[in-house]
T-cell receptor
Framework: GAGVSQSPRYKVAKRGQDVALRCDPI?????LFWYQQALGQGPEFLTY????????KSGLPSDRFFAERPEGSVSTLKIQRTQQEDSAVYLC???????????FGPGTRLTVT | RKEVEQDPGPFNVPEGATVAFNCTYS??????FFWYRQDCRKEPKLLMS???SGNEDGRFTAQLNRASQYISLLIRDSKLSDSATYLC?????????????FGQGTELSVKP
């Protein structure tokens, strides 16, 4: 079946621009996670949804970062007034809740110039 | 101090070699443990879960020492296709919602 998809795959933004990154989880997956992966580092947790409820946003680095999942399926990560330090790969993962395995999407590579 | 620490490598080994990766974690409340594999410019994929009793999947063996908060991965008879970054991962249960905490990753390069 279809895996997790993310769009766009690549995004170049000028410093100060707003960006929106989309994640389509595997159909029926209740839990959705966003991670940020800087070059040469492991992914770092940003936020977590169970259905439409955002249960943990402790990893969001600043109030410029905002995530939503209004209908409990597709999620959007929005970054306002992008800064160069926001350049990273943003990974989305989903799980059906019956196991700990998280299925990752291909990521969105964001470059802020 | 990072919650999960790994030697970033790179480990450069010849085909057929045995290679071992180690990892330590700081949170004693960690409940689940994994090794993920990440190919260059790709997403992480689960390689195997790690159990206290140790577990094996073909050429791969994983071990967990809860007392020392130490996780290991052994790869026997390395193949060229094993070249990748190996991520040590822990998971905290409860209201943390199962978020994964990743190490920096250990890069492996298997040469002919």
């Amino acid at each position: 079946g279809a895996g997790v998809s993310q769009s766009p795959r690549y995004k170049v933004a000028k410093r100060g621009q707003d960006v929106a990154l989309r994640c389509d989880p595997i159909s029926g997956h209740v839990s959705l996670f966003w991670y940020q992966q800087a070059l040469g580092q492991g992914p770092e947790f940003l936020t977590y949804f169970q259905n439409e409820a955002q249960l943990d946003k402790s990893g969001l680095p600043s109030d410029r970062f905002f995530a939503e999942r209004p209908e409990g399926s597709v999620s959007t990560l929005k970054i306002q007034r992008t800064q160069q330090e926001d350049s990273a790969v943003y990974l989305c993962a989903s799980t059906d809740g019956s196991s700990y395995e998280q299925y990752f999407g291909p990521g969105t590579r964001l470059t802020v110039t | 101090r990072k919650e999960v620490e790994q030697d970033p490598g790179p480990f450069n080994v010849p085909e057929g070699a045995t290679v071992a990766f180690n990892c330590t974690y700081s949170n004693s409340a960690s409940q689940s443990f994994f090794w993920y594999r990440q190919d260059c410019r790709k997403e992480p994929k689960l390689l195997m879960s790690v159990y206290s009793s140790g577990n094996e999947d073909g050429r791969f063996t994983a071990q967990l020492n809860r007392a020392s908060q130490y996780i290991s991965l052994l790869i026997r008879d390395s193949k060229l296709s094993d070249s990748a970054t190996y991520l040590c991962v822990v998971n905290l249960l409860g209201n943390q919602g199962g978020k994964l905490i990743f190490g920096q990753g250990t890069e492996l390069s298997v040469k002919p």
